[in-house]
């Protein structure tokens, strides 16, 4: 089991920064990858970024060049750098973590967190 709580939200202005941690507990050995996803109001779940545990990573389109994504060596921790904040980057903004063990793979999710822009 893997639990993940996301941290790092709130109100920022389009323009500014603001960076997400998502931290991870329980089998942390086993976690293969972490994503770090976001839900508009009215819109579908979408992935925006993710790492590896060997540390490759890979982004959305409409985020490459403002989002980055990182990790401390044990993926304990993920972080999301956001730069250059715009309206639609309004939305919950959630990680999760999936493993490989014996019981084969399994994916977890946190429980998100707020991200809103003001213009």
């Known amino acids: 089991q893997v639990q993940l709580v996301e941290s790092g939200g709130g109100l920022v202005q389009a323009g500014g920064s603001l960076r997400l941690s998502c931290a991870a507990s329980?089998?942390?050995?086993?976690?293969?990858?972490v994503g770090w996803s976001r839900q508009a109001p009215g819109k579908q779940r979408e992935l925006v970024a993710l790492i590896t545990s060997s540390g490759g990573t890979n982004y959305a389109d409409s985020v490459k060049g403002r989002f980055t994504i990182s990790r401390d060596n044990a993926m304990n921790t993920v972080y999301l750098q956001v730069n250059n904040v715009q309206s639609e980057d309004t939305a919950v903004y959630y990680c999760n973590a999936m493993t490989s063990g014996g019981a084969g793979w399994r994916e977890y999710w946190g429980q998100g967190t707020q991200v809103t822009v003001s213009s």
């Open positions: 329980g089998s942390t050995f086993n976690i293969v990858r």
